[in-house]
């Protein structure tokens, strides 16, 4: 009998000692920045998800028609960070785009070297051709890399800016 009684008080310190565990771990982890909200784009059978090259927690980073030079220099900054994730384009694939709920709600556009491939969109979803991606308006050629840059945007500032880049697979 003394035995099991110990083997219970031994048992409840053991447990007392975890669920401490379990709540300093917890206390530290909510201590914690939150991650950004992520864009993913897929193109084939292959993936990518990226964070945020700039976001403040959705706050409102800049005004997209600033005349001061710091506002529009803070944005090209934002749209022109390196971005972390690569992902290849063969011919003929669809490149997809997906935001997560709260990114829609505030409406985004997709941006390929500065330029609009998208309309602003409250959907979490957005399918453009794989050739088109790699058109470049400006120089009427294609590109054998290109970065999507997807911006989150409420009522003219933007919010966040996700940077992914692509290359162009050959034929």
Partial sequence: MTAFSSSLRGKGRRAA????????????????DQPTPRATVTAGQDTVTAEA?????????????????????????????????????????????????DMAEQGWIAMSNGMPMTSLSKQTYASVDGDQVFYNQQTRQMSDSTTISIMTSKGGKYTGIWNIKLNRAES
């Fill in 17 to 32: 000692a975890a669920a401490g565990a379990v709540s300093l771990g917890l206390l530290v982890l909510s201590a914690c």
């Fill in 53 to 101: 090259s700039c976001y403040e927690d959705g706050k409102t980073l800049g005004d997209l028609t600033a005349k001061e030079k710091a506002e529009q220099a803070k944005f090209e900054k934002c749209l022109t960070s390196k971005p972390d994730q690569t992902l290849t384009v063969h011919p003929g694939d669809k490149v997809r785009l997906g935001v997560e709920p």
